[in-house]
């Protein structure tokens, strides 16, 4: 049974920075991917960025250059730092985890992940 836990959400003025963890119970295969999601009130879940292999990342447009997704594969953690914040990246942010392998052009789609965790909650303020 795999089990994800978020933390690290907080409150920020714009332009500050988070670090959000997910801290993974079980084994996920390195190869597999993870990834970040985010749903804000009113709207759909929406991909954020995902990483296979430690090598392999992928990001949503509105986060390229802003965020980094990052995996510790001997800590068990998932990572996602996010500098520069904006009022639209306030959200719930959850991390998700597949059990089959992923296409990377497929990676930032919801229904690809099959373990996910219980948010994370982030609001950033103008």
């Known amino acids: 049974q795999i089990q994800l836990v978020e933390s690290g959400g907080d409150s920020v003025q714009a332009g500050g920075s988070l670090r959000l963890s997910c801290s993974v119970f079980g084994y996920i295969y390195s190869s597999y991917f993870m990834g970040w999601f985010r749903q804000a009130p009113g709207l759909e879940r929406e991909g954020v960025a995902g990483i296979r292999s430690d090598v392999v990342t992928t990001y949503a447009d509105s986060v390229k250059g802003r965020f980094t997704i990052s995996r510790d594969n001997a800590k068990n953690t998932l990572y996602l730092r996010m500098n520069n914040l904006k009022p639209d990246d306030t959200a719930t942010y959850y991390c998700?985890?597949?059990?089959?392998?992923?296409?990377?052009?497929?990676?930032?789609?919801?229904?690809?992940?099959?373990?996910w965790g219980q948010g994370t909650q982030v609001t950033v303020s103008s």
């Open positions: 998700a985890a597949s059990r089959f392998p992923i296409a990377a052009s497929q990676a930032l789609r919801i229904y690809e992940y099959d373990y």
